[in-house]
């Protein structure tokens, strides 16, 4: 089955635009996350989607927000860009079985300049 | 607040040799531990994973980890060392009850011929 689609892979961005990632996740997959990545801080969890509702939400500022559609297909905004929003993007979907693990998309490289 | 700690940014190892990648946590109740390997542009692959039951897991590419509860450690290791093993590894653990990923550092893991 299809693995984690996320797009853009690649964006560039100009400080204060605000830009929208998509994900979607597994087919039948019930929960979507995502994370920020950075060579400094690592891999941050930002928001967990689940049935259309955010179920968890890390420690961002409000500029980074999220949605999940009916489908499950998950999207992340993040408004008024800063340099420090540049980062990997990943998404991960989890399926509907107990004790299983996320799958993770290839993410999206956002450069903000 | 809880968390995930790989204490060495790096190791390096011989090809054909034994690796261990450390991680330990500090996360209440029983936390589902993963490990994940991530290769340059790529996003997160699964290689493990301990749910409950035996403390020794094997999981792909002939990896395997222990975990110790009285240490709240979860090691990765490997009999025999590829140079094609070269990659970023990750080690992380979920809080019960929820889909939430805490994420260590990240080791990156050196195999020199």
């Known amino acids: 089955k299809a693995g984690v689609t996320q797009t853009p892979r690649y964006l560039i961005k100009t400080r204060g635009q605000q830009v929208t990632l998509s994900c979607s996740p597994i087919?039948?997959?019930?929960?979507v996350s995502w994370y920020q990545q950075t060579p400094g801080q690592g891999l941050q969890f930002l928001f967990e989607?689940?049935?259309?509702?955010?179920?968890n939400k890390g420690n961002f500022p409000g500029r980074f927000s999220g949605r999940q559609f009916s489908n499950s297909r998950s999207e992340m905004n993040v408004s008024t860009l800063e340099l420090g929003d540049s980062a990997l993007y990943l998404c991960?979907?989890?399926?509907?079985?107990?004790?299983?693990?996320?799958?993770f998309g290839q993410g999206t490289r956002l450069t903000v300049v | 607040a809880q968390s995930v700690a790989q204490p060495e940014d790096q190791v390096n190892v011989a090809e054909g040799n034994p690796l261990t990648v450390k991680c330990t946590y500090s996360?209440?109740?029983?936390?589902?531990l993963f490990w994940y390997v991530q290769y340059p542009n790529r996003g997160l692959q699964f290689l493990l994973k301990?749910?409950?039951?035996?403390?020794l897991v094997k999981g792909s590419y002939g990896f395997e980890a222990e975990f110790n509860k009285s240490q709240t450690s979860f090691h990765l290791k490997k009999p025999s060392a590829l140079v094609s093993d070269s990659a970023l590894y990750f080690c992380a653990a979920n809080p019960y009850n929820t889909d939430k990923l805490i994420f260590g550092t990240g080791t990156r893991l050196q195999v020199f011929p």
């Open positions: 087919s039948g997959h019930r929960s």
């Open positions: 991960a979907s989890i399926g509907t079985e107990m004790n299983t693990e996320a799958f």
């Open positions: 989607y689940f049935s259309e509702t955010q179920r």
């Open positions: 996360v209440s109740g029983n936390p589902y």
């Open positions: 301990y749910i409950t039951g035996d403390n």
